[in-house]
């Protein structure tokens, strides 16, 4: 590929802005030859060299710390080389400029450095997924699975699977094309099936850890539920320790749903605060009542709200229904089943915040899940899907075998992205970061 088709990129690689250090990351054909012109004589391989950096005119930009990594041992599998200047804007504009001005240099897009990693075989696609869930990691349990899952676990898993069919696949093809040779001998298709079911059982374990790998990356979803005046919005607020919603006696204030995210002993979580739920004529407060029905339907777990002063109160979802007393402070009674709080004393919240992180981690198995998007669960079903025709048919015709077989395979290469990648790519990486 000539310098002009795969140009040398550039980018600030550091968060924008006034800062001590910034990073300025380049890679491509061209990096020898950046380096010769702005440093002189390129740095010792993967050793951190002080060096001025100068334009082509022989103007200082500044004083860096140079790093060189030659190809293929480096992050895009090109030559790649680190500038770490001063964190100035000023120094920024003009070395970014100055680069850029360079014969066959631009500046790089958005995900364009992984981009190229990926195609250099440095990682498969769901490695890239992991690494962009890290950047976009919140708490402890994103930063996890999101490192397991640019660590390459998922690929490795994947390649296991994969190489299991093909072997599988080989039996096959040999009792069907060389059953009378000497050396091919033994129940061939019995042993390629049991190799298939072993795959099998192992896709479906996996594809048990989808809800909760996808939780942990878009967040818990626990949802406060009640009538009218229970004190939903006074929690949320408590627990968000801010002022999200308005708090006020008047029935119906809340009218829809309001959500903020928490980091709860590193789980993330999206607490939602719903419209008081009860008839009413108002087609507006009625919406809003039907919605937070919904989204009570579907939550992880529900704060069950009613106060102390008021009559119990029966919510759906009784599977995932944490009962809450509110207004602890005033007279009332406490059920045996429920966890009295007051937001105003202050109350019970420690209780219920541990219970809640409880509840939630009951939820996962404690290690970080294999799948955690959408693209994965539907490659590991179709798999799976051609995977249950094979072991449980009846026909014995190694042909339908084989494509079966085929058929996974094919699936499991889409989940590592050997094969129909494009769409996948363009969507990923638009929401990358323009120095990754």
């Known amino acids: 590929m000539t310098v002009e088709a795969h140009p040398t990129i550039v980018a600030l690689s550091s968060a924008s802005g ?61 030559d790649v080389a680190e500038l770490h200047v001063h964190g100035s804007r000023a120094v920024l504009a003009r070395l970014l400029g100055a680069l850029a001005a360079l014969p066959a240099v631009r500046l790089a897009e958005a995900g364009e450095f992984t981009r190229r990693a990926f195609e250099a075989g440095k990682l498969d696609l769901a490695a890239v997924e992991g690494l962009a869930d890290l950047i976009d990691s919140e708490t ?80 818990f979803v626990v949802v406060l539920a009640g009538p009218p005046n229970a004190g939903k919005s006074s929690l949320l607020n408590a627990l968000a320790r801010r002022d999200v919603a308005i708090v006020s006696p008047i029935a119906g204030t809340t009218r829809d749903s309001l959500e903020v995210r928490l980091d709860l002993a590193g789980l993330p979580v999206i607490l939602i605060d719903t419209a008081g739920l009860r008839d009413s004529a108002d087609p507006v407060e009625a919406e809003g009542v039907r919605r937070a029905r919904a989204l009570v339907a579907r939550a992880d777990l529900v704060l069950g709200l009613r106060g102390v002063d008021s009559e119990p109160y029966r919510i759906e979802n009784e599977a995932q229904l944490l009962k809450i007393a509110t207004k602890a402070d005033l007279s009332g009674s406490v059920l045996s089943d429920e966890l009295a709080i007051s937001v105003r004393s202050g109350e019970g919240l420690t209780a219920l915040l541990a219970e809640i992180v409880e509840r939630l981690q009951r939820l996962g198995s404690g290690e970080p899940a294999l799948l955690t998007r959408e693209r994965h669960r539907i490659a ?24 079966d077989m085929r058929l996974a395979v094919v699936a499991l290469e889409r989940l590592v992205g050997r094969i129909d990648v494009e769409d996948v790519l363009d969507r990923l990486f638009a929401g990358f970061c323009i120095g990754k």
């Open 18 to 78: 006034k800062a001590g250090v910034a990073v300025v990351r380049i890679s491509g054909p061209r990096v020898r030859f950046v380096l010769e012109t702005f440093v002189g004589i390129l740095p010792e391989p993967r050793v951190a060299t002080l060096r001025r950096l100068r334009d082509r005119s022989g103007e200082t930009i500044d004083s860096a710390l140079v790093l060189f990594f030659p190809a293929p041992a480096s992050f895009t599998g090109e």
């Open 380 to 403: 590991v079903s179709n798999a799976i899907a051609a995977l249950e025709r094979a072991v449980t048919a009846r026909h014995g015709q190694g042909e339908l075998l084989a494509e």
């Open 140 to 219: 402890e349990w994103q930063r996890l699975q999101a490192l397991r899952q640019m660590g390459g676990a998922l690929g490795e898993y994947a390649k296991s699977w994969r190489g299991a069919l093909i072997e599988a696949a080989s039996l096959l093809a040999a009792e069907l094309d060389f059953s009378d040779e000497g050396d091919v001998s033994g129940p061939l298709q019995q042993q390629a099936l049991a190799l298939a079911d072993e795959v099998l059982n192992s896709l479906r374990l996996a594809l048990g850890s989808f809800a909760m790998g996808e939780r942990v990356r878009e967040g």
